[in-house]
């Protein structure tokens, strides 16, 4: 069932450990997600998906497409990197945020992070059943009416 941007109430959720912290113990507890996304315009999609991610899973990864990559994907982003960054980190359900540079990286990652989850919204479903062969592959629903494209397009319809 997808979520609606205006409407949803949103339960509590469960308590994240601090930055740096946790990451042994939470390891070992063997639930470790990993999710990626630019996160321009920082929006309560991004929110509600790292929050049901932190729900299920008891340590969330995210990793933050740096602009070099952006640009490789053709994308550009409103918030430069170090900002977004910085954004996502401060976000309570998030317990690591790393830079993603390449689409190569989520193997090593996953490997590299004893991950058991790597996550996504359902716009990218199938996009990623590859990684199946490392770890359990979860596409979940996107938040309806909202995205960073759409609120670029708000913005520069309602300041002109
Ligand atoms: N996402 C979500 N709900 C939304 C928007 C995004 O669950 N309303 C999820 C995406 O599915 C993805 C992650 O958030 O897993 C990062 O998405 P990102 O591309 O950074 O955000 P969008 O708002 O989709 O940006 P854009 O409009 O540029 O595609």
Redesign the pocket.
């Known amino acids: 069932m997808q979520?609606s941007?205006s409407t949803l109430a949103s339960p509590m959720p469960a308590a994240a450990p601090g930055h740096g912290q946790g990451l042994v113990a939470d390891t070992r507890r063997g639930t470790v997600a990993l999710?990626?996304?630019?996160?321009?315009?920082f929006?309560?999609?991004?929110v509600?998906?790292f929050r049901r991610i932190k729900e299920r899973f008891g340590f969330l990864i995210v990793a933050v497409?740096t602009d070099e990559f952006n640009a490789v994907k053709g994308?550009r982003?409103v918030v430069p990197f170090a900002d977004r960054i910085e954004i996502v980190r401060a976000c309570r359900h998030v317990d690591l945020a790393i830079a993603e540079n390449e689409w190569a990286q989520k193997e090593s990652d996953i490997r590299e992070y004893g991950c058991t989850a790597f996550?996504?919204?359902?716009?990218?479903s199938g996009r990623f059943d590859h990684l199946r062969a490392l770890c359990e592959v979860i596409?979940?629903?996107?938040?309806?009416?909202?995205?960073?494209?759409?609120?670029?397009a708000h913005v520069v319809k309602t300041a002109a």
């Open positions: 979520e941007a999710t990626y996304g630019t996160y321009d315009l929006h309560v999609g991004h509600r998906l497409s994308k982003s996550v996504m919204g359902d716009d990218w596409y979940l629903p996107r938040t309806g009416g909202v995205s960073s494209s759409e609120l670029k």
